[in-house]
T-cell receptor, first 115, second 109 residues
Framework: DAGVIQSPRHEVTEMGQEVTLRCKPI?????LFWYRQTMMRGLELLIY??????IDDSGMPEDRFSAKMPNASFSTLKIQPSEPRDSAVYFC????WGEGNQPQHFGDGTRLSIL | AQRVTQPEKLLSVFKGAPVELKCNYS??????LFWYVQYSRQRLQLLLR??SRESIKGFTADLNKGETSFHLKKPFAQEEDSAMYYC???????????FGIGTKLQVIP
């Protein structure tokens, strides 16, 4: 298994532009998580899905952020409009929940820079 | 509310010296505790989970419910141990994981 796959690995864009981050979870996993990592705040959970349904989005900073999971093998995190303070590394993670409650497996992350 | 505290942002030790990365948690129920490691510009990887009671890469961690701690230890540090280490807590029966802010371990040759 290739693990959790995120794209792009790096994104540099100007403020005000729309940014879309993509994630493909591990096949068979039924839970998907989006995190933001910064030096000041560490790893923050933004939102997570169970069986494609958003369960907790309390970590989404504001209405500019949205996430979708149209099927079990794909999720997007969108920022519109983007701002310089959104610059961070965004990680996606997946896990199998309900059968032994396995730990989360992380992707390589997307390093986002908003100019 | 659950909270994970890693008091040291940076820990520097000499190669061969013992290592202890501190983690304290706040949670009233039965937690699951984890340690994740992130090598430079790589993905986070699971290092240990308390229910496994195993030793990975020479690291061990014991859950101390009385002190609400889950410190990560290794008797002899190696240069390749240099990385960011995150302590994490998952409340029993729930999926949400709370991470500490992380400790950067720097092993000096």
């Amino acid at each position: 298994d290739a693990g959790v796959i995120q794209s792009p690995r790096h994104e540099v864009t100007e403020m005000g532009q729309e940014v879309t981050l993509r994630c493909k979870p591990i096949s068979g996993h039924n839970s998907l998580f989006w995190y933001r990592q910064t030096m000041m705040r560490g790893l923050e959970l933004l939102i997570y899905f169970n069986n494609n349904v958003p369960i907790d989005d309390s970590g989404m900073p504001e209405d500019r952020f949205s996430a979708k999971m149209p099927n079990a093998s794909f999720s997007t995190l969108k920022i519109q409009p983007s701002e310089p303070r959104d610059s961070a590394v965004y990680f996606c993670a997946s896990s199998l929940w309900g059968e032994g409650n396995q730990p989360q497996h992380f992707g390589d992350g997307t390093r986002l820079s908003i100019l | 509310a659950q909270r994970v505290t890693q008091p040291e942002k940076l820990l520097s030790v000499f190669k061969g010296a013992p290592v202890e990365l501190k983690c304290n948690y706040s949670y009233s129920g039965s937690p699951e505790l984890f340690w994740y490691v992130q090598y430079s510009r790589q993905r986070l990887q699971l290092l240990l989970r308390h229910i496994s009671r195993e030793s990975i890469k020479g690291f061990t961690a014991d859950l101390n419910k009385g002190e609400t701690s889950f410190h990560l230890k290794k008797p002899f540090a190696q240069e390749e141990d240099s990385a960011m280490y995150y302590c994490a807590l998952r409340s029993g029966g729930y999926q949400k994981v709370t991470f500490g802010i992380g400790t950067k371990l720097q092993v000096i040759p």
